[in-house]
Nanobody
Framework: QLQLVESGGGLVQPGGSLGLSCAAS????????VGWFRQAPGKEREGISC????????YYADSVKGRFTISRDNGKNMIYLHMNSLKPEDTAVYYC???????????????WGQGTQVIVSS
Protein backbone atom coordinates (compact mmCIF):
# COMPACT_ATOMS: atom_id res chain seq x y z
CA GLN A 1 0.00 0.00 0.00
CA LEU A 2 1.35 3.40 -1.00
CA GLN A 3 2.20 5.79 1.81
CA LEU A 4 3.20 9.41 1.31
CA VAL A 5 4.90 11.50 3.98
CA GLU A 6 5.55 15.20 3.52
CA SER A 7 8.21 17.27 5.21
CA GLY A 8 9.65 20.75 5.01
CA GLY A 9 6.75 22.93 6.01
CA GLY A 10 7.11 25.80 8.42
CA LEU A 11 7.02 29.55 8.88
CA VAL A 12 8.55 31.80 6.25
CA GLN A 13 8.47 35.54 5.63
CA PRO A 14 6.75 37.00 2.58
CA GLY A 15 9.09 36.91 -0.38
CA GLY A 16 10.97 33.95 1.05
CA SER A 17 11.48 30.44 -0.23
CA LEU A 18 10.67 27.01 1.10
CA GLY A 19 11.10 23.47 -0.15
CA LEU A 20 8.72 20.62 0.50
CA SER A 21 9.59 16.96 0.14
CA CYS A 22 7.41 13.89 -0.05
CA ALA A 23 8.71 10.41 0.55
CA ALA A 24 6.79 7.50 -0.91
CA SER A 25 6.92 3.94 0.33
CA UNK A 26 5.13 0.70 -0.39
CA UNK A 27 4.79 1.32 -4.13
CA UNK A 28 6.96 2.65 -6.92
CA UNK A 29 6.04 6.07 -8.31
CA UNK A 30 7.79 5.35 -11.60
CA UNK A 31 4.65 4.91 -13.68
CA UNK A 32 2.15 7.26 -12.08
CA UNK A 33 1.70 11.01 -12.03
CA VAL A 34 2.29 12.81 -8.76
CA GLY A 35 1.47 16.27 -7.52
CA TRP A 36 0.61 18.72 -4.78
CA PHE A 37 -2.64 20.06 -3.40
CA ARG A 38 -3.13 22.72 -0.77
CA GLN A 39 -5.94 23.82 1.50
CA ALA A 40 -5.99 27.32 2.88
CA PRO A 41 -8.03 28.21 5.96
CA GLY A 42 -11.71 28.42 5.06
CA LYS A 43 -11.12 27.34 1.47
CA GLU A 44 -11.52 24.17 -0.53
CA ARG A 45 -8.59 21.94 -1.28
CA GLU A 46 -7.06 22.77 -4.68
CA GLY A 47 -4.60 21.06 -6.96
CA ILE A 48 -1.66 23.36 -7.57
CA SER A 49 0.93 21.30 -9.40
CA CYS A 50 1.44 17.97 -11.08
CA UNK A 51 4.15 16.09 -12.95
CA UNK A 52 3.41 13.19 -15.24
CA UNK A 53 5.36 9.96 -15.33
CA UNK A 54 5.42 9.51 -19.10
CA UNK A 55 7.42 12.54 -20.20
CA UNK A 56 7.80 14.60 -17.03
CA UNK A 57 5.35 17.25 -18.18
CA UNK A 58 4.55 19.73 -15.43
CA TYR A 59 1.41 21.68 -14.70
CA TYR A 60 0.77 24.59 -12.37
CA ALA A 61 -2.21 26.50 -11.12
CA ASP A 62 -2.18 30.14 -12.20
CA SER A 63 -1.80 31.18 -8.58
CA VAL A 64 1.63 29.53 -8.31
CA LYS A 65 2.91 29.55 -11.89
CA GLY A 66 6.34 31.09 -12.18
CA ARG A 67 6.98 30.81 -8.44
CA PHE A 68 6.69 27.09 -7.64
CA THR A 69 8.60 24.21 -9.20
CA ILE A 70 7.63 20.57 -8.95
CA SER A 71 10.09 17.75 -9.47
CA ARG A 72 10.42 14.04 -8.86
CA ASP A 73 13.23 11.58 -8.27
CA ASN A 74 11.99 8.13 -9.22
CA GLY A 75 15.19 6.50 -8.03
CA LYS A 76 14.51 7.77 -4.53
CA ASN A 77 10.73 7.57 -4.79
CA MET A 78 10.51 11.25 -3.86
CA ILE A 79 8.43 14.23 -4.89
CA TYR A 80 9.49 17.84 -4.34
CA LEU A 81 7.92 21.28 -4.44
CA HIS A 82 10.18 24.30 -4.37
CA MET A 83 8.38 27.53 -3.56
CA ASN A 84 9.79 30.99 -4.26
CA SER A 85 8.44 34.50 -3.74
CA LEU A 86 6.01 33.25 -1.16
CA LYS A 87 2.95 35.36 -0.34
CA PRO A 88 0.66 35.37 2.70
CA GLU A 89 -2.04 33.83 0.51
CA ASP A 90 0.18 30.77 0.05
CA THR A 91 -0.48 29.91 3.69
CA ALA A 92 -2.08 26.49 3.67
CA VAL A 93 -1.68 22.82 4.45
CA TYR A 94 0.17 21.23 1.56
CA TYR A 95 -0.50 17.64 0.54
CA CYS A 96 1.47 15.48 -1.84
CA UNK A 97 -0.58 13.07 -3.91
CA UNK A 98 -0.17 10.13 -6.20
CA UNK A 99 -2.58 9.80 -9.07
CA UNK A 100 -4.16 6.74 -10.55
CA UNK A 101 -2.65 7.13 -14.01
CA UNK A 102 0.56 8.13 -15.74
CA UNK A 103 -0.96 11.46 -16.74
CA UNK A 104 -2.01 14.35 -14.51
CA UNK A 105 -5.60 14.40 -13.38
CA UNK A 106 -6.59 16.14 -10.15
CA UNK A 107 -9.87 14.19 -10.22
CA UNK A 108 -8.04 10.86 -10.04
CA UNK A 109 -6.00 11.03 -6.86
CA UNK A 110 -5.16 7.57 -5.56
CA UNK A 111 -3.25 8.38 -2.41
CA TRP A 112 -2.78 11.41 -0.14
CA GLY A 113 -0.08 12.39 2.27
CA GLN A 114 -0.99 13.62 5.73
CA GLY A 115 -0.15 17.24 4.91
CA THR A 116 2.42 19.77 6.08
CA GLN A 117 1.65 23.30 7.22
CA VAL A 118 3.15 26.30 5.47
CA ILE A 119 2.67 29.73 7.03
CA VAL A 120 3.78 32.85 5.20
CA SER A 121 3.86 35.75 7.60
CA SER A 122 6.08 38.53 8.82
Amino acid sequence: QLQLVESGGGLVQPGGSLGLSCAASGFSLDYIAVGWFRQAPGKEREGISCISSSDGSTYYADSVKGRFTISRDNGKNMIYLHMNSLKPEDTAVYYCVAMAYYYCSYDDVWSWGQGTQVIVSS
